[in-house]
C-alpha cells in the first residue's frame, strides 16, 4: 500500500467533522502596513470571529496555486499582526513573512516544497515557521499545493475526514483568482461565504486605476459562479451588485445585507467624557486614502481660502490621515508645493489604532465629501465616539448615519465653507442639533453582525460536530 492510500486509510478513522476555512492572502500582504484600511478590519474581524468558534484552515492563494497554512502558524501571524495595528512597535521579520509569500515565488526559495505531491514542506522551508511561532519544526504542517492539475484541490485525504464546512473570502482581491474559486466549488459541500464591499470599479471606473472596472466585473461574475451566499455592507451596494448581477446574467444567490460592526476600541474611546488630550487649536480630521473619489481636492482648495481670508491664529487645522492612493496628482501638488497651507494642514500616514481614536475624539468635525462609498466605517466609528460629522449626501452615507451627520452635495463648495467654520464654534446650532442627535445613535456591533451571518448560512454551518 502507498504512502497516499496509507494516508486515506487513516483519515478515514478520524472523526467527520466541519471545516472552517479563511483566505488569508489580503492580510499577508498587508503585513508591513502599520495601519489597517477598512477592509482589513473586517477581514481581521470575520478572522478573530471564527477562531472564537474553533480551528480554522488558512489559505493563501498565489498565482501557481494555494497553500493550507499550520493552524498554529496562521494564528501566531494574526496574533501578531493585531498587535501591530494596535501599536506593538516590533513588526515583522522577513523570515516570519517568506512562509505566506506567493506560493510562486516561495517554490524559488524552497528548493525542495514538494508541492506537486502536497507533502510537508522540507527543513529548508520549515524553519522559517519557527522563527515566528516557536513550535518545533518536526511539529508543523505546511501543506502546500502548487502549479499544474493538482494545483488547487481541497480533497478529505488532504485535509483529513471532513464532510461539510464554510469557507470565508471577505477581501475582493481573490476573487480574481478564478481557478482558485473553481477548485473551491467542486467541494460541493462548502459553503463559500463571499463578502462584496461595493462595485465602485463598475459603477465609476473614473475613479479608479486604469483597467479596474473590467478586473472587478470578472471579481462580481467569479463571486456569483462560484459563490454559495454573498455578504454585503449595506442596501445600497446590495442594489448595484443586484444591478451588475442582471448585466452579467449571472445565477442569483441569496444575498445578506449586514452592517460592519465598529472596533471595540472606538466603544472604548467612546466611554470618554472629554478628549483625553485637548487640542490647541480647532482641527478637523478626514480619515481614508488620498484618492479621487474621497475628494481631498475640496478641502485643500478650502483650506487654502481659509488661510487667504482669516487671521492666521483663527484658521483651524486640517489632518489628513490616510497614505496617498493613485490619479490625485494634483491634490498631491498642492501638499508639497503650496505654501499656504504649510502649518494648516498636516499629512498623517501609517497612524495606527491607538493613536487615531484620540485623534477622532478631539476633533471639531471628522469630514467625509466623498463622490461615492460602498459603507461608510469611518463615519460610523466617529458617530460610535460622539464625534459630529459633516458628509456627502449619498445612498451609502445616507444609511450609515441613521440621520445623525450633516450631510451635503459633495460639489457644494459654499456649503462646506460655511459649515466648517460654523462647526469650530462650540455654539453652532447645527453642531449642538447633531450633538443632540448623537444621545440617541446606536452603532452596529460585530457581535450583532456575527448573530446575523450565522443565522444567514444557518443549520450550524460553523459548529463543530
Not at 198 to 225: M, Q, S
Not at 391 to 417: C, H, N, R, V
Request: hydrophobic letters at 40%; glycine letters at 8%.
Amino acid at each position: 500500500m502507498g504512502l497516499e492510500q496509507s494516508r486515506i486509510q487513516v483519515y478515514k478513522l478520524l472523526p467527520v467533522r466541519r471545516m472552517r476555512f479563511f483566505d488569508i492572502t489580503r492580510l499577508c500582504k498587508r503585513a508591513t502596513f502599520s495601519g489597517p484600511s477598512g477592509i482589513d478590519r473586517v477581514d481581521l474581524a470575520y478572522l478573530k470571529w471564527l477562531r472564537s468558534l474553533g480551528s480554522v484552515e488558512y489559505l493563501v492563494n498565489g498565482v501557481a496555486g494555494f497553500s493550507v497554512i499550520d493552524e498554529r502558524l496562521g494564528d501566531a501571524f494574526a496574533d501578531k499582526l493585531d498587535a501591530i495595528w494596535h501599536g506593538e512597535k516590533e513588526g515583522f521579520s522577513r523570515n516570519q513573512l517568506l512562509p505566506f509569500r506567493d506560493t510562486a515565488q516561495r517554490l524559488r526559495v524552497a528548493r525542495k516544497w514538494q508541492a506537486r505531491r502536497r507533502g510537508l514542506a522540507d527543513i529548508h522551508a520549515a524553519k522559517f515557521l519557527q522563527d515566528l511561532c516557536g513550535e518545533g519544526v518536526a511539529g508543523l504542517d505546511l501543506l502546500d499545493a502548487s502549479a499544474g492539475e493538482g494545483a488547487y484541490r481541497l480533497d478529505s485525504a488532504w485535509r483529513g475526514n471532513w464532510k461539510s464546512g464554510c469557507f470565508f473570502g471577505i477581501s475582493h482581491s481573490m476573487l480574481g483568482r478564478t481557478a482558485y474559486l473553481a477548485a473551491l466549488a467542486r467541494q460541493k459541500k462548502l459553503k463559500r461565504v463571499l463578502f462584496i464591499h461595493d462595485t465602485i470599479p463598475c459603477d465609476f471606473p473614473e475613479y479608479c486605476r486604469e483597467h479596474e472596472g473590467a478586473k472587478h466585473l470578472l471579481k462580481l461574475r467569479n463571486a456569483f459562479r462560484y459563490g454559495t451566499h454573498l455578504v454585503v455592507n449595506s442596501e445600497y451596494t446590495a442594489r448595484q451588485l443586484e444591478y451588475w448581477r442582471k448585466i452579467l446574467d449571472a445565477p442569483e444567490l441569496p444575498v445578506a445585507v449586514i452592517p460592519i460592526g465598529v472596533d471595540p476600541g472606538v466603544l472604548e474611546h467612546a466611554k470618554y467624557e472629554a478628549p483625553p488630550f485637548p487640542p490647541k487649536r480647532p482641527y478637523f480630521v478626514v480619515l481614508g486614502t488620498i484618492e479621487p473619489r474621497k475628494n481631498h481636492a475640496l478641502l485643500i482648495h478650502l483650506w487654502r481660502d481659509f488661510v487667504e481670508q482669516l487671521p492666521a491664529d483663527q484658521v483651524p487645522e486640517l489632518l489628513l490621515i490616510g497614505r496617498r492612493g493613485w490619479d490625485n496628482e494634483t491634490v498631491f501638488r498642492l501638499l508639497d508645493r503650496c505654501e499656504s497651507l504649510r502649518g494648516h494642514v498636516r499629512e498623517m500616514n501609517g497612524v495606527q489604532d491607538d493613536e487615531l481614536w484620540p485623534l477622532i475624539r478631539g476633533a471639531r468635525a471628522v469630514l467625509f465629501p466623498s463622490f461615492v462609498e460602498g459603507w461608510g466605517m469611518p463615519m460610523v466609528e466617529a458617530l460610535s465616539m460622539g464625534v459630529p460629522v459633516i458628509g456627502s449626501k449619498i445612498p451609502a452615507f445616507q444609511e450609515a448615519g441613521q440621520g445623525i451627520p450633516t450631510l451635503l452635495s459633495p460639489m457644494d463648495g459654499k456649503g462646506w465653507e460655511k459649515m466648517i467654520l460654523d462647526f469650530v464654534h462650540d455654539g453652532s446650532p447645527e453642531r449642538l442639533a447633531q450633538e443632540e442627535r448623537l444621545k440617541n445613535y446606536r452603532p452596529p456591533t460585530w457581535q450583532r453582525h456575527f448573530e446575523k451571518v450565522a443565522a444567514f448560512l444557518g443549520d450550524g454551518a460553523l459548529v463543530d460536530w
